[in-house]
């Protein structure tokens, strides 16, 4: 099974920029679709964006839709979310998950997801 590393957190202030890694090991994340989560203190952890394991397809909620973009580098196994346009509201811990469900993916839904990594945290305050 895959394990999942989140880094690139960090405060920010609104309308800055910051770019998370998700890091795969032990095993080749090239058979995984990898979506990004985030939850809020007091909320639910939700869904943020999704890439297909071939990278061709990519989607995002409608709160991230173009701030956000999601890409991969398999060669380096590893997921990047570009956050751009940062607003308070984005701030939550941000998880990556990996599925081996790709037709899955557009919806971005949690169960569908089977490793996830322990998170980062992002602050976005002035």
């Known amino acids: 099974q895959v394990q999942l590393v989140e880094s690139g957190g960090g405060l920010v202030q609104p309308g800055g920029s910051l770019r998370l890694s998700c890091a795969g090991s032990?095993?080749?994340?090239?058979?995984?679709?990898i979506g990004w989560f985030r939850q809020a203190p007091g909320k639910e952890r939700e869904g943020v964006s999704c890439i297909k394991s071939s990278g061709n397809g990519r989607y995002y909620t409608e709160p991230v839709k173009g701030r956000f973009t999601i890409s991969r580098d398999n060669a380096k196994n590893t997921v990047y979310l570009q956050m751009n346009n940062l607003e308070p509201e984005d701030t939550a811990v941000y998880y990556c998950?990996?599925?081996?469900?790709?037709?899955?993916?557009?919806?971005?839904?949690?169960?569908?997801?089977?490793?996830w990594g322990r998170g980062t945290q992002v602050t976005v305050s002035s």
């Open positions: 998950a990996a599925s081996t469900r790709d037709t899955k993916c557009p919806w971005i839904y949690e169960p569908d997801f089977d490793s």
């Open positions: 032990g095993s080749t994340l090239d058979y995984y679709a």
